[in-house]
Structure formats: structure tokens, C-alpha cells
């Protein structure tokens, strides 16, 4: 396996949703060659009038690629793309590289990563992304990439296109380095609201705080992007509370099985158990500052 | 009062300690004639060996000064350097402008700003800081400053050479930005500290995490400074767990008097009261880390 590999210019994408979208947007605008598959009309004739080519199916996809990224809702929606009656594996030439970047199980993208080398001689990586669809239509998310340096190097310039890809481990440690990112976001959502929660009622101009606080210890990426949203009553889905629950539940699962304590994300898993259960599953992470703003904005 | 008020050259400073020691020195630096008093050779040596004027006490300071910024412990320092047997005001011509950059309680402060007006024709700025030593001695601190505008504007061009001056609001809106800023940075520290303690049981590479979620979401300052701390097992003080609890207090305190729930904050409050009884009130708030790190770190 000595002799250099071709570059991926055949690009396949499965999972045309708020997030994989406009990364294939992207992809098309970088030039690339981007068969999709799909049944959403409203997802697909964006990227079809951008120039992608529509398969039937993933196998279909695969057949026409050198290189598959999924972005799908989760463990089970990846399985049927790989395994399905007519997944990925059913398409795919040796060599295919598949790219993850859907947020799923370390464990079922372990098991994957493995069965598709050892079975078909499919390459993987798992590279779940943060930075929502604004960093996906922007090209700046950050890529938590797992897999082989070989691999990596190969799938590195595709990527690229999409946002700073960095190579965390080997496969499964990109999903696991997700599930730690969603420790901070889902944490860092509640913090920003119940500090907003207290602001506001103490009197403070809230529209002025986020800029008084930049560059000092309390500044964060979401204090700056969430805080504005919050005092607006925006909860409108970038990530949506069904998903971050779906990540948490991960996280639990996790911090079970490495005995790791997990106070504050247990604490934020059950506000934001207690936003579905007050029927705001599809409404954005913000939703949360529902339970901290003062009664008069309701 | 149309007339234009004359340039705040000749400053005081009360407080040298691990944050008002590296500010009074960038004064000096830019140059300031700077006033001092204190007892504490250690705290005293750098400043005076930078070209500061030592004084007897703070009454002498306010002679020395048309500007006194104080940097003290808590509330009742702040209370004993202004009405002291020696305070501030003992010594205070009318028209000297007191910039208090201590983190302490609101109400005390409008109080404080209320009477030294009226009685002493003294003006009021409270411009608690955030950034840590580092902060202090690169002139990079957050400073969140209450009072007039007139006033704030003549100071703004001092203030400047400690960080990034934002006018907030009235008297005491300085200080309650920063129980506000007080409720991110404790929050921050626990999660980063519930993050790193999966990171290092999931078997990541933890000293490239930082680096791989930079920009994205999860992405804040202190992800990028206690970060590596934390996995260095780096307690030294910036900011110790006694002072992170004193400004606990006030931000329970103001959530009690405002009817703002602050559930997180209520938790992490706790996990700090627990390093204090397992002995580490002098550590940084870094030492949240020692109930996550994995046994074999301990």
C-alpha cells in the first residue's frame, strides 16, 4: 500500500439537513463532483440546482464516489445508510473513504469503522462537526476528526472546505470528542441564561453586557452568539432541544461506563427534560432561558 | 460646571496585591505619578523601586491625587479605606474621582458613590475587573465600570492602560456586571473541569483537545486557559476558591433579592464550598478539577 492514493474528487452526501445542507453547498461551490440521495424535495433542490447529481439511494451514492460524508440524525439513521437494503456497502468500490460527521455512539462508529475495513475495504472517519448551520454556510466548524493519519491526510483537503478539521485519535475518538463539546455547549447554554436571568432583573442593560465582557474570563463563543438571542426571545432551531437530549443521553452513557461524575450535565439534561416536557423539543437550545427571564418578557 | 476638567495625572493606588500590584505597575509605566500606602514590604518593594510616592495612609494618598483607583479584598476593606480613621476621606480635596475596581457588593457601592458625592463632592466610578494576573500585567482586563459618563470619560484615557474600559451604567451597575461575569467564570471552571474529567477517562488525547474545539461552540477563554492547567494539575492561585466564594455569596444574595433562580450556580457554589472543607480555600478554582480528574492523576 506504498504507492500514493488518488486524490477524492468524487464527492457522495447523504443527509441534506440544517447541517449538511450547505456543507454540500460548499463542497459544490469548491467544485467538486456531489451525488446526493433523498426523498425531501425541499432539501434537495437547493443542492440540485447548485449542480449535484441525484442518485436513488446511498448504494447509488456510493457507486459514484470516491468519498461518501453522512450527516445524518443519529446511531440508528447511520446504520440503515452504511447496512440498509440498499446502504453504502451495497455500492461501494474498495477504497471508498466514508467521513462521518453526523453526532453518534463511539462505540457503534468503533464497531462500524472496523467491520467496513475488515468486510468491504472501506476507509472511515468519524468527524462530527460544532459551529450549527451558520458555521456550516460559513465554512468554520470545527471538525473533531477520528481515524488513521493516512486516512486524514487524504480526506483533509475535503474537508477543508467545510471548516478546521483536526485529528483527535483513532476511530471513535472524533465522537467522543464531540460528546465533550456537547458537555460545554449544552452547560455553557444554561450558564448564558440563568447569568441573562440574573442581568435582567437586576436592572442591567442586556444588549450592552456581551460587548463589556469580551476577551475577559467570561467570554465564550456562545456568550456572544447565544446571550443576544435569548434577550430577543429567539428560539428558532439551530440545534435543536430534541438533539443536544440525544447528545446528553450519550454523555450519560458514557460517564456510566468510565465512572466519571457529571454533575452540572446531569443537572442540564433535566432542564432540558423539562423543556420537552413543556412541549419545546423542536425549539433551539436557547429555549432554556424560558426558565430564567423575568416574567414580564414572557 | 461647563468648564473642562482638568486632566487626572496625579493617581492613587490602594491594594497591591496579586491584581493591584501589576496594574499599579503599568501605570508607572505609562507615566503616572502613582501614590501608595500598605504595610507589606513584599507588595510595597516593586512599585516604590518603579518610582511610586509612598504615603502614610489613604488620607495622605487622596491629598497626593486628583484620581484614586482602589483594588481591595471585599466589601469591608473598600468600607475601611474610604471612611477609615485615615480613610479617603479625610484627606480628599472636592473634585477627586475614586475608581473602586474591587468586586464587591452592589447596593454598598450606590450607597458609597450616593454619599461621597454628597458630603465630600468626591466622584464615583466602580470598575470591577475580569482577566486574572495575566490580565493585570499584559493591560488586557475586562473592566466593567459604573458611574456618569462625565466621569467615566475622564477617566477612560487611566483606564486604558489596564484593558478594555465599558461603561455599563449608573453607580453600582458595574459591580453587578461582574456577579454576573462571577456566575460564567464559576460555571465555566466546573465544566471544563466535568469535560476534561470524561476527556481523560475516555482515554483522549487531552492536551490536544483545546486546540481541536478552538472556534467552535464549545470554544471560551477559560477552555483555552484552565484547560491545560487543569490536566498540569496546576492549582497555583489567579483567582483562589475563598474570593470565587465571597463573590458567590453576593450573586446569591442578589438572586434572593431579585427572585432569579440560578440552579447551576447554586451547584457549583456548593462543589466549592467543598474544596474550603477539604482544605484548599487558598488553591486557584482550578482545583474543581480534583473531583473529576481520573485516581491515578491524584
Redesign the interface.
Known sequence: MSEAKPELSAVGFIGLGNMGGPMALRLLAAGHAVSVCGRDARRLDPVLAAGAVRCADPAEVAAASDMVLTCVTNTDAVEEVLFGTRGLVHGARPGLVVVDMSTVS?DATRRWAEYLNRNHGIAWLDAP????PS?AASG???I?VGGSPAVFARARPVLAHLG?P?L??EAG?GQ??K???????A??T???A??????A?????VA??P?????????????Q?FWPRMAAGDYAPTSTVTSILKDLAM?ES??RA????????A??TE?NRWLVAQGHAGEDITALYR??RPASAC
Open positions: 463511539p462537526v460544532s459551529g450549527g458555521g468554520t466548524l470545527a473533531m478546521r483536526t483527535v485519535g475518538a467522543t470528542t460528546l465533550v463539546n456537547q458537555i460545554l455547549v452547560g455553557l444554561a450558564l448564558v440563568e447569568a441573562q436571568g440574573l442581568a432583573r437586576a436592572g442591567l442593560d450592552a453586557l460587548q463589556a465582557l469580551a476577551g475577559g474570563r467570561a467570554d465564550s463563543v456562545l456568550l452568539l454523555v458514557m460517564g468510565k465512572a466519571a461524575a457529571l454533575p452540572l450535565t443537572l442540564v432542564l426558565f430564567y
